[in-house]
């Protein structure tokens, strides 16, 4: 596949929430528009196995040909990239052990 392929393939995103919370010993994080959870035993952690998680669920929908019916389910809008787009992903404290990130998902479309 060349460059132009694949810029072609992954001009689309999707913003999903991840929350971050303390619970005891762990950090669990979840995607509250997806209803997917995981965990880990750090923040970056937790957030990189949500992160693998919703990238398993969004290969699934795609694999079986649902991804348009479950982003209507859930509200979820696809938006097309701008040509230049720096991803800034901001981690934002909303108390004492608990992080809300706002996270761009690069989708075929």
Not at 10 to 19: A, E
Not at 56 to 68: F, N, P, Q, V
Not at 84 to 89: A, K, Q, V
């Amino acid at each position: 596949m060349t460059a132009i392929e694949v810029k072609q393939k992954t001009n689309c995103f999707i913003m999903v929430t991840h929350r971050i919370i303390k619970e005891d010993d762990i950090f669990v994080a979840n995607c509250p528009e997806l209803g997917i959870s995981s965990q880990g035993d750090s923040i970056e952690e937790a957030n990189n196995n949500l992160k693998e998680a919703v990238s398993c669920y969004l290969d699934t929908t795609e694999d079986l040909g649902i991804r348009e019916e479950v982003f209507k389910q859930k509200n979820i809008i696809l938006h097309k990239f701008p040509e230049n787009t720096n991803n800034t992903i901001i981690n934002v404290p909303i108390s004492p052990g608990a992080f809300v990130t706002a996270n761009s998902i690069p989708i075929t479309c």
